[in-house]
């Protein structure tokens, strides 16, 4: 095991260096799988924010007056590039938040995706429309860069939100800075270092600190000029006020409550894979889009609880988040063990029924090594629940916790989905088309997935209704319009 004079040290990068906090300070990086310190990681201050937001403003210039085929050129340089850093960068996130290393081929692939997608919008973020006036004025729009944009990171996804905020926003012709979450900065600050290297220096740069200390300085700073920010809602409210001090524009990709809808007539061996790999599988329900609540056609909701039990129980590897074979990892921190920990013992006290789950650890999810003992591990965990109203059934977890719950009709099955503040995804499981497109329809949310989940494209917009946030990071967002009126002397 790591000792701790041995953690790696690793660095801001800002203006196209490698660079200690200025105070020298650094807090550690703790791998969830053990509990303990694997790497170290700058813990910045507000010298380190002035010195990154001067560096972003003194590139912005040089940057924003590329032409698009110009920086096209070096977005697609930077997606050819990453391939070759694929291993290393999911290989650091995976000690980092936990993550099963199972997903990387997938996540590699998203990245590079979005890179590709990001060179061939660049013209799309600067055509603007001309409008004829009258019979001697024109008018026309100019699309424009904001100038500086800042990328608040959550620990749950940081190398794809990173790339998300990152390459639209510098598609537009912004610079940016980059704030990872303190709990998860390790893959952040390599693929800053990595992706400096092929951009003019200044141009994209990485700090890490903390949230109420330098995201908190940077988002009221007055040369930081749009913030885009993927995490929980509280912060969206902290980012709101700090904002407020200079207004700038937001984008806000949140949390959610999202229900996973199965009807009668589905394809229920589909429908079971659906609604496991929707929470438990996916970062042990640590992702925005989790399903967590799974609403069952009355009609086969036992059989659907049975199907669910047994799936969870013998295909569900909880294990070493390194091992190719795990399908499910530890919780993140210690923090969110607690959190959620502490949701099971509400569901409880709540009237849920404890259909399977609920302890720390359990016989398909404690790793049998003796260096994991220390880790956050819980087992999958479903509540059998007869009212939404429950806090289980509204609150966010962020955990591998769901409830199951019985409805009727159609009609029931969109009023329970929407009956939460949050409105980011939903499934929808039926084999009739109809009906499916009715659901589409009378769903409050900004995805719907019909017979699959969580299926994002490069090419999608992405965003969140409700409490679920505002906002999507695509290259539209990242410029802004200017209006042009010119009159011309007969
Ligand atoms: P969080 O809100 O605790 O932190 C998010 C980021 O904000 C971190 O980088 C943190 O350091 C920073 N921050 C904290 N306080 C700040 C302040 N006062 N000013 C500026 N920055 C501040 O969220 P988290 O726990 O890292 O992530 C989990 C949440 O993110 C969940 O709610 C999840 O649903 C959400 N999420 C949403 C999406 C989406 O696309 N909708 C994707 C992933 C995660």
Redesign the pocket.
Known sequence: MTTKQELKQYQNFINGKLMAASSGNTMDSIEPSTGEAWAKIPLSTQEDVEKVVTAARQAFPAWSALSAEERSGYLRRIGDAISLHDEELTTLETRDNGEVIAVAPYLAEAIKSVWYDAAGACKEGSQGKTVQMGPTSIGYTLREPFGVVLG??????PLF?FTIKAAYALAAGNTVII?????ASVSSLRYGELLGGILPSGVLNVISG???DI??A??AHPGVSKVS????????G??LR?SARHPKPTIF????KSPNIVFEDADLDKAVDGVIHAIYTSNAG?????GSRILIQQSIFEEMIDRIRERIKNTIKAGDPMDLASTMGPLSSLDQYVKIRSYIKLGVEEGGEIVCGGRHGGENVLPDKPEFSGGYWVEPTLFKVNSNTLRICQE?I?GPVAVVMPFETEEEAAAIANDTCFG?GAGVWTRDLNLAHRMIRKIESGNVWVNTYSRVGADLP???FKE??YGTDSILEYSREKACVIEIEE
């Open positions: 608040i990171l959550p620990w749950n996804a939100t704030k990872p979450s303190q709990q903390l949230g109420r995201g908190d940077l988002v920010m993927t995490g929980s809602g509280t912060t969206a902290s980012i700090a990709e949140l949390g959610g640590q992702r925005c889009t989790a966010e962020f980011l992405f965003g969140g679920s946030g």
